[in-house]
């Protein structure tokens, strides 16, 4: 295991001191997502739930299933929820392998098989990296979202330093380009959105890959993409 997930309390401390955490939620923040009231959400590699929550925080009325290989993170999360006000009832936490993305273990032993198209936003934040194989994980996340939901998944970037903090972390991220056509390929509709100076750090080590699920035809009517123009306009 890698040295700082070892504890998870040190980990997210060391996020937040850093500012990463903040850099994180203001990328987050700019994403416009068009999402029904009471989405689901699963964030998968949710290490101390920067990710979830925040999804959570901006849209009323959501559940977060949070997960991670670690159980150590998943009490983090919690733990950060409750620092954060948000009403534990709207979430759950569960085990699982990035890989098998579908497979979930809850904190009570008990299994949980996740069923295909059942959540409104997939979320991974650096966690691709840490799969068997890539490609044929991302089609099983794809596989988990609702037609016209979303797959955010904050990668670790292709610059110098996301490359050495990769390494650093035992990580393989995936190229974009490799992202992106396995998106595409699946019918579905992507935008590359890198993070700005106003979300430092996280901008040094972070990409934003973001996917609708289904759109393909609305990018060939219009030739640009509604994430495309929400893009642009931020
Ligand atoms: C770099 S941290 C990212 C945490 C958070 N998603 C973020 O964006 O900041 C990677 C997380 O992935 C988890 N992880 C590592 N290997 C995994 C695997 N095979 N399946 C699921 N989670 C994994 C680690 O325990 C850790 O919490």
Same mark, same amino acid.
């Given at each position: 295991?890698?040295?700082?997930?070892?504890?998870?309390?040190?980990?997210?401390?060391?996020?937040?001191?850093?500012?990463?955490?903040?850099?994180?939620?203001?990328?987050?923040?700019?994403?416009?997502?068009?999402?029904?009231?009471?989405?689901?959400?699963?964030? =998968?590699?949710?290490?101390?739930?920067? @990710? !979830? +929550?925040?999804?959570?925080?901006?849209?009323?009325?959501? %559940? *977060? &299933?949070?997960?991670?290989?670690?159980?150590?993170?998943?009490?983090?999360?919690?733990?950060?929820?409750?620092?954060?006000? =948000?009403?534990?009832?709207?979430?759950? @936490? !569960? +085990?699982?392998?990035?890989?098998?993305?579908?497979?979930? %273990? *809850? &904190?009570?032993?008990?299994?949980?098989?996740?069923?295909?198209?059942?959540?409104?936003?997939?979320?991974?934040?650096?966690?691709?990296?840490?799969?068997?194989?890539? @490609?044929?994980?991302?089609?099983?996340?794809?596989?988990?979202?609702?037609?016209?939901?979303?797959?955010?998944?904050?990668?670790?970037?292709?610059?110098?330093?996301?490359?050495?903090?990769?390494?650093?972390?035992?990580?393989?991220?995936?190229?974009?380009?490799?992202?992106?056509?396995?998106?595409?390929?699946?019918?579905?509709?992507?935008?590359?959105?890198?993070?700005?100076?106003?979300?430092?750090?996280?901008?040094?080590?972070?990409?934003?890959?973001?996917?609708?699920?289904?759109?393909?035809?609305?990018?060939?009517?219009?030739?640009?993409?509604?994430?495309?123009?929400?893009?642009?306009?931020?």
């Amino acid at each position: 295991m890698v040295f700082l997930y070892k504890t998870a309390k040190v980990y997210a401390t060391f996020l937040k001191l850093l500012g990463y955490e903040r850099g994180i939620r203001s990328f987050i923040d700019r994403l416009v997502l068009d999402c029904p009231k009471g989405s689901r959400i699963l964030d =998968i590699g949710c290490g101390s739930g920067i @990710v !979830g +929550l925040r999804l959570m925080e901006r849209l009323p009325g959501s %559940t *977060l &299933l949070a997960t991670d290989l670690e159980k150590n993170f998943l009490k983090e999360t919690l733990s950060n929820a409750r620092e954060r006000n =948000i009403d534990e009832r709207r979430i759950t @936490v !569960g +085990l699982s392998d990035v890989s098998d993305p579908e497979q979930v %273990t *809850l &904190l009570n032993g008990s299994s949980l098989v996740l069923q295909d198209h059942s959540f409104d936003i997939v979320a991974v934040g650096g966690v691709l990296g840490y799969s068997r194989d890539q @490609v044929a994980t991302m089609k099983a996340l794809m596989r988990l979202i609702k037609p016209g939901g979303y797959l955010v998944d904050l990668e670790m970037n292709e610059q110098p330093i996301g490359k050495i903090i990769s390494t650093w972390y035992n990580c393989r991220p995936v190229p974009s380009s490799i992202m992106i056509r396995t998106i595409e390929n699946e019918g579905n509709n992507v935008t590359v959105i890198p993070f700005g100076v106003r979300d430092f750090p996280a901008n040094l080590t972070r990409v934003g890959i973001v996917a609708r699920m289904g759109l393909r035809k609305v990018r060939n009517v219009f030739g640009k993409s509604p994430i495309d123009m929400q893009a642009s306009q931020n």
